[in-house]
């Protein structure tokens, strides 16, 4: 599978939302605004046809659904990386 320049960023941002636990902190760690962090989540949400995160108040929470990706996409932005 051929992944674009955008769908590798949009998988890096989800799995750093997911190792830091809100879109805040991982804004920050990436230099994005959180509002470029929601939009890439929004967007592999809609690619995956459902939602990968539960938004609380006090940061998100991995769905099944959403711990089946993050895993996935961990091995493709490290062997990208490599």
């Keep these: 599978m051929a992944f674009t320049d955008a769908s590798l960023t949009a998988l890096r941002v989800f799995r750093e939302v997911a190792e830091r636990g809100s879109f ?28 990968l995160v539960e938004r609380r108040h006090d940061g998100v929470r991995l769905t099944p659904a959403g711990r089946l990706v993050v895993r996935r996409a961990a091995t493709v932005v490290d062997e990208v990386d490599a």
Excluded at 27 to 51: D, F, K, M, N
Aim: glycine share 8%.
């Design 24 to 51: 805040t902190a991982a804004a920050a760690a990436l230099g994005y605004t959180q509002s470029a962090v929601s939009r890439q989540i929004a967007s592999l949400e809609r690619a995956a046809g459902t939602p």
